[in-house]
Nanobody
Framework: QVQLVESGGGLVRTGGALRLSCAAS????????MGWFRQAPGKEREFVSA????????YYEDPVRGRFSISRDKAKNTVYLQMNGLKPEDTAIYYC????????????????????WGQGTQVTVSS
């Protein structure tokens, strides 16, 4: 059983910053990617960022590139999403997720490729 617990969401003004955390517990993985997705009201869940746990390779969706930064702490089994320069359009529930893979990761931005999900944390950016 894998548990992912997100924290760090909240209400900020435009231009503000937040740091989300996602602590993973349960079974270990041979190779995996940890990703952040978000879902705004009435919209589909969308990819935000991901990091390969072993190599540290980072992936970002264009709307957040240069403003958000993903990192991991292997000792704490935690992934972080530092969000700077927040905009009202960043308002959403943010979810972290784990994608296992055996050899190479083919893609990181598809919801259906992720095996485990957290419960989400709300981020609200006021104008």
């Amino acid at each position: 059983q894998v548990q992912l617990v997100e924290s760090g969401g909240g209400l900020v003004r435009t231009g503000g910053a937040l740091r989300l955390s996602c602590a993973a517990s349960g079974r270990t993985f041979n190779r995996h990617v940890m990703g952040w997705f978000r879902q705004a009201p009435g919209k589909e869940r969308e990819f935000v960022s991901a990091i390969d746990w072993k190599d540290g390779i980072q992936y970002y969706e264009d709307p957040v590139r240069g403003r958000f930064s993903i990192s991991r702490d292997k000792a704490k089994n935690t992934v972080y999403l530092q969000m700077n320069g927040l905009k009202p359009e960043d308002t959403a529930i943010y979810y972290c997720a784990v994608q296992e893979y055996s050899d190479i990761v083919l893609r990181v931005s598809f919801v259906s490729d992720y095996n485990y999900w957290g419960q989400g944390t709300q981020v609200t950016v006021s104008s």
